[in-house]
Protein backbone atom coordinates (compact mmCIF):
# COMPACT_ATOMS: atom_id res chain seq x y z
CA UNK A 1 0.00 0.00 0.00
CA UNK A 2 2.66 1.98 0.49
CA UNK A 3 3.50 4.29 -2.64
CA UNK A 4 6.62 3.30 -4.34
CA UNK A 5 9.13 6.10 -5.12
CA UNK A 6 11.96 6.20 -8.23
CA UNK A 7 13.86 7.16 -8.18
CA UNK A 8 16.21 6.02 -4.77
CA UNK A 9 18.36 8.51 -4.85
CA UNK A 10 19.67 11.17 -7.92
CA UNK A 11 22.74 13.77 -8.04
CA UNK A 12 22.48 17.10 -10.10
CA UNK A 13 24.18 19.88 -11.18
CA UNK A 14 23.13 23.14 -10.74
CA UNK A 15 20.93 23.67 -13.65
CA UNK A 16 19.98 20.38 -14.20
CA UNK A 17 16.13 18.91 -14.36
CA UNK A 18 15.13 15.75 -12.85
CA UNK A 19 12.14 13.92 -12.27
CA UNK A 20 10.37 11.63 -9.34
CA UNK A 21 8.02 9.50 -9.94
CA UNK A 22 5.46 8.03 -6.99
CA UNK A 23 3.52 5.01 -8.44
CA UNK A 24 0.59 3.52 -6.31
CA UNK A 25 -1.47 0.28 -6.60
CA UNK A 26 -4.61 1.85 -5.24
CA UNK A 27 -6.77 4.27 -6.70
CA UNK A 28 -5.36 7.81 -5.34
CA UNK A 29 -7.31 10.84 -4.65
CA UNK A 30 -5.05 13.04 -3.86
CA UNK A 31 -0.98 13.14 -3.92
CA UNK A 32 0.72 15.14 -1.72
CA UNK A 33 4.76 16.17 -2.00
CA UNK A 34 7.11 17.16 0.55
CA UNK A 35 10.61 18.12 0.92
CA UNK A 36 12.57 17.26 3.67
CA UNK A 37 16.25 18.78 4.93
CA UNK A 38 18.74 16.57 7.30
CA UNK A 39 17.46 17.12 10.30
CA UNK A 40 14.67 19.12 9.81
CA UNK A 41 10.85 18.81 9.18
CA UNK A 42 8.72 17.89 5.78
CA UNK A 43 8.05 21.19 4.30
CA UNK A 44 4.64 21.09 2.40
CA UNK A 45 5.59 21.53 -1.75
CA UNK A 46 2.12 21.17 -3.39
CA UNK A 47 -1.09 18.84 -3.59
CA UNK A 48 -2.48 17.32 -6.63
CA UNK A 49 -5.96 15.98 -7.01
CA UNK A 50 -7.61 13.85 -8.95
CA UNK A 51 -8.53 15.14 -12.50
CA UNK A 52 -4.70 14.66 -14.02
CA UNK A 53 -4.35 18.48 -12.81
CA UNK A 54 -0.02 20.21 -12.95
CA UNK A 55 0.32 22.43 -9.99
CA UNK A 56 3.46 24.75 -9.90
CA UNK A 57 5.38 25.91 -7.18
CA UNK A 58 8.74 27.79 -7.99
CA UNK A 59 10.24 26.17 -10.61
CA UNK A 60 9.28 22.83 -9.45
CA UNK A 61 5.94 21.29 -10.75
CA UNK A 62 4.00 17.70 -10.48
CA UNK A 63 1.48 16.35 -12.27
CA UNK A 64 -1.28 13.51 -11.60
CA UNK A 65 -2.30 10.76 -13.83
CA UNK A 66 -5.20 9.16 -11.74
CA UNK A 67 -5.83 6.30 -14.32
CA UNK A 68 -1.84 5.05 -13.54
CA UNK A 69 -2.14 6.05 -10.16
CA UNK A 70 1.03 7.82 -10.87
CA UNK A 71 2.75 11.21 -9.80
CA UNK A 72 5.86 13.07 -11.00
CA UNK A 73 7.74 15.89 -9.98
CA UNK A 74 9.45 17.77 -11.77
CA UNK A 75 12.61 19.79 -11.00
CA UNK A 76 13.84 22.71 -13.67
CA UNK A 77 17.34 24.51 -13.67
CA UNK A 78 18.07 22.92 -10.33
CA UNK A 79 19.25 24.96 -7.54
CA UNK A 80 21.74 23.97 -4.71
CA UNK A 81 18.71 24.96 -2.24
CA UNK A 82 16.60 22.06 -4.18
CA UNK A 83 19.03 19.44 -2.24
CA UNK A 84 16.83 17.45 0.40
CA UNK A 85 15.21 14.50 0.49
CA UNK A 86 11.49 14.53 -1.33
CA UNK A 87 8.30 12.55 -0.29
CA UNK A 88 5.03 12.06 -1.79
CA UNK A 89 2.14 11.13 0.21
CA UNK A 90 -0.90 9.54 -1.19
CA UNK A 91 -4.52 9.81 0.11
CA UNK A 92 -7.09 7.14 -0.96
CA UNK A 93 -10.54 8.28 -0.03
CA UNK A 94 -10.73 11.40 0.65
CA UNK A 95 -9.80 10.85 4.63
CA UNK A 96 -6.99 13.17 5.07
CA UNK A 97 -5.07 10.31 6.32
CA UNK A 98 -1.55 9.78 3.64
CA UNK A 99 0.37 7.60 3.22
CA UNK A 100 4.02 8.42 2.78
CA UNK A 101 6.71 6.71 0.08
CA UNK A 102 10.06 6.14 1.24
CA UNK A 103 11.83 9.33 -0.19
CA UNK A 104 13.99 10.40 -2.96
CA UNK A 105 17.08 12.10 -1.93
CA UNK A 106 18.24 14.90 -4.12
CA UNK A 107 21.66 16.22 -4.00
CA UNK A 108 22.63 18.93 -5.89
CA UNK A 109 26.24 20.23 -6.45
CA UNK A 110 27.87 22.99 -8.19
CA UNK B 1 1.86 31.73 14.96
CA UNK B 2 3.95 29.26 16.19
CA UNK B 3 2.39 26.38 13.83
CA UNK B 4 2.99 23.45 15.53
CA UNK B 5 5.33 22.76 18.53
CA UNK B 6 6.65 19.67 19.77
CA UNK B 7 8.71 18.61 22.95
CA UNK B 8 11.32 17.93 24.30
CA UNK B 9 13.50 18.20 21.01
CA UNK B 10 15.41 14.91 22.22
CA UNK B 11 15.07 12.77 24.80
CA UNK B 12 17.00 9.02 26.01
CA UNK B 13 14.90 6.97 27.58
CA UNK B 14 16.21 3.36 29.29
CA UNK B 15 13.89 -0.18 28.57
CA UNK B 16 11.00 -0.25 30.18
CA UNK B 17 10.61 3.63 30.93
CA UNK B 18 7.44 5.38 29.95
CA UNK B 19 7.30 9.35 28.74
CA UNK B 20 4.85 11.39 26.62
CA UNK B 21 5.94 13.39 23.72
CA UNK B 22 3.62 17.21 23.73
CA UNK B 23 2.31 18.53 20.80
CA UNK B 24 -0.06 22.02 20.35
CA UNK B 25 -1.08 23.43 17.19
CA UNK B 26 -2.16 27.35 17.52
CA UNK B 27 -3.75 26.89 13.33
CA UNK B 28 -6.92 25.82 15.13
CA UNK B 29 -7.26 22.58 13.10
CA UNK B 30 -9.42 19.99 13.17
CA UNK B 31 -6.61 16.86 12.30
CA UNK B 32 -3.77 16.09 14.07
CA UNK B 33 -1.39 13.16 13.21
CA UNK B 34 1.60 11.44 14.89
CA UNK B 35 4.33 9.70 12.40
CA UNK B 36 7.80 8.60 13.02
CA UNK B 37 10.65 8.13 10.56
CA UNK B 38 13.33 5.16 10.55
CA UNK B 39 16.15 5.82 8.39
CA UNK B 40 15.36 5.13 4.66
CA UNK B 41 11.82 4.03 5.63
CA UNK B 42 9.75 7.52 5.44
CA UNK B 43 6.86 8.39 7.18
CA UNK B 44 4.47 5.64 9.44
CA UNK B 45 1.40 7.21 10.72
CA UNK B 46 1.19 5.95 14.51
CA UNK B 47 -2.53 7.94 15.18
CA UNK B 48 -4.33 10.23 13.98
CA UNK B 49 -7.52 12.60 15.43
CA UNK B 50 -10.13 13.61 13.40
CA UNK B 51 -11.77 16.36 16.28
CA UNK B 52 -11.17 16.54 19.70
CA UNK B 53 -11.96 13.36 21.79
CA UNK B 54 -11.40 11.08 18.31
CA UNK B 55 -8.49 9.08 17.40
CA UNK B 56 -8.08 6.21 15.50
CA UNK B 57 -5.11 4.28 14.50
CA UNK B 58 -2.83 4.54 11.99
CA UNK B 59 -0.36 2.16 10.24
CA UNK B 60 2.19 1.39 13.35
CA UNK B 61 0.11 2.22 16.58
CA UNK B 62 1.40 -0.79 18.87
CA UNK B 63 3.11 0.42 21.68
CA UNK B 64 1.63 3.68 21.65
CA UNK B 65 -1.09 5.59 22.79
CA UNK B 66 -3.15 9.00 22.04
CA UNK B 67 -5.55 11.26 23.25
CA UNK B 68 -6.92 14.11 22.11
CA UNK B 69 -9.16 16.74 24.58
CA UNK B 70 -8.82 19.66 23.21
CA UNK B 71 -8.36 21.03 19.61
CA UNK B 72 -4.66 22.17 19.92
CA UNK B 73 -3.08 19.17 22.00
CA UNK B 74 -2.60 16.08 21.00
CA UNK B 75 -0.30 13.97 22.63
CA UNK B 76 1.54 10.82 22.54
CA UNK B 77 2.39 8.52 25.50
CA UNK B 78 4.77 5.89 25.01
CA UNK B 79 4.08 3.13 27.92
CA UNK B 80 6.71 0.82 28.16
CA UNK B 81 10.03 1.41 25.81
CA UNK B 82 11.26 -0.56 23.84
CA UNK B 83 14.86 -0.32 21.19
CA UNK B 84 12.69 -1.16 18.61
CA UNK B 85 10.69 2.80 19.54
CA UNK B 86 13.87 4.68 18.67
CA UNK B 87 12.90 6.79 16.06
CA UNK B 88 12.46 10.40 15.22
CA UNK B 89 8.71 11.60 15.68
CA UNK B 90 6.51 14.19 14.01
CA UNK B 91 3.39 15.72 14.79
CA UNK B 92 2.02 16.92 12.00
CA UNK B 93 -2.00 19.08 11.64
CA UNK B 94 -4.13 19.96 9.07
CA UNK B 95 -7.39 21.20 8.34
CA UNK B 96 -9.49 18.83 6.40
CA UNK B 97 -13.06 19.00 4.62
CA UNK B 98 -14.20 16.55 2.80
CA UNK B 99 -13.25 17.28 -0.94
CA UNK B 100 -11.33 20.35 0.33
CA UNK B 101 -7.02 18.93 0.59
CA UNK B 102 -5.00 21.35 2.82
CA UNK B 103 -1.22 20.60 3.29
CA UNK B 104 -0.01 19.41 6.69
CA UNK B 105 2.35 21.24 8.69
CA UNK B 106 4.74 19.36 10.76
CA UNK B 107 6.44 20.11 14.03
CA UNK B 108 10.10 20.14 14.16
CA UNK B 109 10.31 16.62 15.39
CA UNK B 110 11.09 14.72 18.87
CA UNK B 111 14.31 12.96 18.76
CA UNK B 112 14.03 9.79 20.66
CA UNK B 113 16.53 6.93 21.90
CA UNK B 114 15.58 4.06 24.13
CA UNK B 115 18.92 2.28 25.43
Known amino acids: QQPVQSPQAVILREGEDAVINCSSSKALYSVHWYRQKHGEAPVFLMILLKGGEQKGHEKISASFNEKKQQSSLYLTASQLSYSGTYFCGTEVGSQGNLIFGKGTKLSVKP | NAGVTQTPKFRILKIGQSMTLQCTQDMNHNYMYWYRQDPGMGLKLIYY???????DKGEVPNGYNVSRSTTEDFPLRLELAAPSQTSVYFC??????????????FGDGTRLSIL
Open chain 2, 92 to 105: ASSYHQTGKNQPQH
Open chain 2, 49 to 55: SVGAGIT
